[in-house]
């Protein structure tokens, strides 16, 4: 079955920048969703941004202006843009893809905005 692998996070300061990367292990040519959740400490899963197959894109409105979602279709791989972090914004960010064949999720890679 397809697995997700993310990269990209690490530690920022506020108002930096970071690209996270989501490689799926196989080509999807399905109908599906992509995108991006994120995890705090004591705080819900909650989405950050989504990409359809058909490229419509959706973002929490926390982020909306800041990141931005996009595909690759090539290399298979989805990405988050995120610009002018915060310290609001440190979590554990999973990778998601949604289909008929059911929902995968990534490990999580962790984001943390500090000083």
């Known amino acids: 079955q397809v697995q997700l692998v993310e990269s990209g996070g690490g530690l920022v300061q506020p108002g930096g920048s970071l690209r996270l990367s989501c490689a799926a292990s196989k080509i999807i040519l399905s109908i599906n969703t992509m995108g991006w959740y994120r995890q705090a400490p004591g705080k819900q899963r909650e989405l950050v941004a989504t990409?359809?197959?058909?490229?419509?894109?959706n973002y929490a409105a926390s982020v909306k202006g800041r990141f931005s979602i996009s595909r690759d279709i090539a290399k298979n791989t989805v990405y988050l843009q995120m610009n002018n972090l915060s310290p609001e914004d440190t979590a554990v960010y999973y990778c998601?893809?949604?289909?008929?064949?059911?929902?995968?999720w990534g490990q999580g890679i962790q984001v943390t905005v500090s000083s």
């Open positions: 990409i359809t197959s058909g490229g419509m894109r």
């Open positions: 998601n893809l949604n289909r008929a064949l059911g929902t995968t």
